[in-house]
């Protein structure tokens, strides 16, 4: 080999060996490019939050921030007795965040509200039953029957079991102890009635729709009727005290009472005969229903949950309302005070609470909200029941700790303006709760209640947990059969009529009719004596006209014989026996059959 062939192959190997060095230069330096990126990546992974084992996974899909679902979880987590609400939802639902209502709080009284077909219902009776479990009696009208499920174990479903375990629900069908009212006994039910002294003015005013006047002139006819120990049973003894004060002997009573017309008193007379017309007679009479009987437990120490069916009497509203009212101003009256308690002595809910408010005078809506802001006091919670917070007026809505607020509508500029309100109530959150509230689902709502220190807690968006009894109605059937074994049948079922403002309204005046009649008689005989007298004078002064005159004196002594007298001796004859005859009958009246 030449030395030129031998050059040229030192070159190449060479080359080969510089292009082997480099390629191992480049796969040193990517190796090392790729261990600082895996160690780069090792680190930021280590510096980012562990995630919970829990399905929180989802949350970032919902509004609310890790932070946020915290800041739930920790405001729900509470120490005493408490209601399984739901669980958060936040995108998905999570069943380790549990939203809960303190039995202890139930008596700072509370509201569920939502637009018609949200779940409101359903809300009622998953609080009712859990307060029954709690040994918490329960008191509710049940607008529509639905409510009467409570007393029968629910159904199993493939869709109530996919619900349940989403929310971490450990469903079991269960029924609760049920006890059926029925207002005036119309309908299935222990009949619910009241005295007319019982109701009082006020709230018969409203029922009326008396004006403030008219409300003004009936408070002052109780008034009368207890001074005068007249009891106002029923609407007829009502209707009787009216009638008598329009009397002659009761306008004497009226001036007495001042300031009560006798227009006035025609106005309610007329609206208690339509209103009994209507009839609402039936709801008014004894025995007075005792409403220490609603709180009452079962042997088994569950709650008995009080059912007032007022299907019959939805075209009174307003009756029905103003029942309702009753009702816990007669508890408000009657319990003693207890204070802060482990647990309520009754929880008692108001659906249709619009009702109550509307058309309501200021000393009507003054009684309520005293009502309402005292009668905690005595044991007893409130849950007003409505279409939106704006139903129940500012003053009484301050005294409501707990909310659930199912989905709001917002198809009118009213609509519109109901949300606005609504949102503006609400603790800050980090929802854009104007939004949320038109969006929630059927058994969702959004949530604040008050924890066990006094504080509002955080605002949730919950998916509500499932009755654990049936769904429906229980059956007309079993509802019969429950109120005919009911112990309180014997106590209220038959209707009593005792003595009252009626009965003694109608002695006095049958009394007073029949003294009226004697004097008109009495006149009259005394009137007919008079004219009697007169003719006899008369017939005497005739009798003396007509004597004939005396004969001339004779010369001749007669022989003596005895005086008499003319008049003596007329009445000696026929004619004037008969004259006396007549007189001295009409005088006596003994022949007088008038």
């Known amino acids: 080999m030449?030395?030129?062939?031998?050059?040229?192959?030192?070159?190449?190997?060479?080359?080969?060996?510089?292009?082997?060095?480099?390629?191992?230069?480049?796969?040193?330096?990517?190796?090392?490019?790729?261990?600082?990126?895996q160690q780069a990546a090792a680190e930021a992974a280590a510096s980012r939050p562990t995630p919970s084992p829990t399905p929180q996974a989802t949350a970032t899909r919902g509004p609310l921030s890790d932070a946020g679902v915290e800041t739930i979880r920790a405001g729900y987590a509470f120490t005493g007795e408490v209601l399984e609400i739901g669980a958060l939802v936040n995108g998905d639902a999570l069943p380790g965040?549990?939203?809960?209502?303190?039995?202890?709080?139930?008596?700072?009284?509370?509201?569920?509200?939502g637009a018609t077909g949200t779940g409101k219902t359903r809300t009622l009776q998953v609080l009712a039953e859990q307060l029954s479990a709690a040994g918490v009696p329960v008191f509710a009208a049940d607008i529509k029957g639905d409510l009467s499920g409570v007393a029968t174990p629910g159904a199993e479903s493939a869709k109530l079991d996919e619900r349940t375990k989403g929310i971490g629900q450990?469903?079991?069908?269960?029924?609760?102890?049920?006890?059926?009212?029925?207002?005036?006994?119309?309908?299935?039910?222990?009949?619910?009635?009241?005295?007319?002294?019982?109701?009082?003015?006020?709230?018969?005013?409203?029922?009326?729709?008396?004006?403030?006047?008219?409300?003004?002139?009936?408070?002052?006819?109780?008034?009368?009727?207890?001074?005068?120990?007249?009891?106002?049973?029923?609407?007829?003894?009502?209707?009787?005290?009216?009638?008598?004060?329009?009397?002659?002997?009761?306008?004497?009573?009226?001036?007495?009472?001042?300031?009560?017309?006798?227009?006035?008193?025609?106005?309610i007379l007329r609206e208690l005969v339509t209103f009994a017309d209507q009839g609402a007679d039936v709801f008014f009479g004894e025995p007075e229903i005792d409403t220490a009987d609603f709180l009452r437990t079962h042997a088994d120490g569950r709650g008995i949950i009080s059912l007032l069916e007022v299907p019959g009497v939805q075209d009174k509203p307003e009756l029905y309302s103003t029942f309702l009212m009753w009702l816990l101003a007669d508890l408000f009256n009657d319990l003693p005070e207890v204070g802060d308690v482990d647990k309520p002595k009754l929880v008692f809910f108001f659906d249709e609470a619009h009702l109550l408010f509307k058309n309501a005078s200021k000393d009507f809506l003054?009684?309520?909200?005293?009502?309402?802001?005292?009668?905690?006091?005595?044991?007893?919670?409130?849950?007003?029941?409505?279409?939106?917070?704006?139903?129940?007026?500012?003053?009484?809505?301050?005294?409501?700790?707990?909310?659930?607020?199912?989905?709001?509508?917002?198809?009118?500029?009213?609509?519109?303006?109901?949300?606005?309100?609504?949102?503006?109530?609400?603790?800050?959150?980090?929802?854009?709760?104007?939004?949320?509230?038109?969006?929630?689902?059927?058994?969702?709502?959004?949530?604040?209640?008050?924890?066990?220190?006094?504080?509002?807690?955080?605002?949730?968006?919950?998916?509500?947990?499932?009755?654990?009894?049936?769904?429906?109605?229980?059956?007309?059937?079993?509802?019969?059969?429950?109120?005919?074994?009911?112990?309180?049948?014997?106590?209220?079922?038959?209707?009593?009529?005792n003595e009252s403002a009626r009965e003694i309204l109608g002695r006095k005046l049958e009394a007073a009719a029949v003294?009226?009649?004697?004097?008109?008689?009495?006149?009259?005989?005394?009137?007919?004596?008079?004219?009697?007298?007169?003719?006899?004078?008369?017939?005497?002064?005739?009798?003396?006209?007509?004597?004939?005159?005396?004969p001339r004196a004779s010369t001749r002594r007669p022989a003596q014989?005895?005086?008499?007298?003319?008049?003596?001796?007329?009445?000696?004859?026929?004619a004037g026996k008969s004259v006396m005859t007549a007189v001295v009958r009409g005088i006596f009246g003994t022949l007088r059959r008038r």
């Open 2 to 37: 030449s030395d030129a062939a031998a050059q040229v192959e030192a070159a190449k190997r060479a080359l080969q060996e510089a292009e082997a060095a480099l390629a191992a230069e480049e796969a040193a330096q990517q190796a090392a490019a790729e261990q600082a990126a």
């Open 97 to 113: 965040v549990q939203v809960r209502i303190p039995v202890a709080m139930l008596n700072r009284h509370g509201l569920v509200a």
């Open 170 to 267: 450990p469903w079991v069908a269960a029924s609760f102890p049920t006890e059926y009212f029925a207002l005036g006994g119309v309908g299935r039910g222990v009949p619910v009635r009241a005295t007319v002294s019982g109701f009082g003015p006020l709230l018969l005013s409203k029922v009326l729709g008396l004006n403030n006047t008219q409300e003004s002139s009936l408070g002052l006819v109780f008034h009368y009727a207890s001074k005068a120990g007249l009891p106002l049973v029923d609407l007829s003894d009502l209707r009787a005290v009216l009638s008598y004060l329009t009397t002659d002997d009761g306008k004497v009573q009226l001036k007495e009472l001042g300031g009560l017309s006798a227009a006035t008193v025609g106005v």
């Open 366 to 497: 003054d009684s309520i909200t005293q009502t309402v802001r005292l009668i905690r006091s005595k044991g007893v919670g409130i849950v007003f029941v409505t279409q939106t917070p704006k139903d129940v007026p500012g003053d009484v809505l301050a005294q409501l700790g707990s909310r659930v607020q199912h989905q709001l509508r917002a198809f009118t500029p009213d609509d519109a303006r109901a949300l606005k309100a609504t949102v503006s109530t609400y603790p800050t959150s980090e929802y854009e709760l104007g939004g949320v509230l038109t969006q929630l689902a059927t058994g969702e709502a959004i949530v604040t209640v008050m924890n066990e220190k006094g504080a509002p807690t955080p605002v949730a968006w919950t998916r509500l947990r499932a009755p654990q009894g049936s769904m429906s109605p229980t059956p007309p059937e079993r509802i019969d059969a429950a109120v005919a074994a009911s112990s309180l049948l014997t106590k209220y079922g038959a209707a009593i009529d």
């Open 515 to 550: 003294a009226a009649a004697a004097a008109e008689s009495a006149e009259e005989q005394a009137q007919a004596a008079k004219a009697q007298q007169a003719e006899y004078e008369r017939l005497l002064r005739q009798a003396k006209k007509s004597q004939p005159a005396a």
């Open 561 to 574: 014989r005895a005086e008499t007298n003319p008049v003596e001796d007329f009445l000696d004859s026929s």
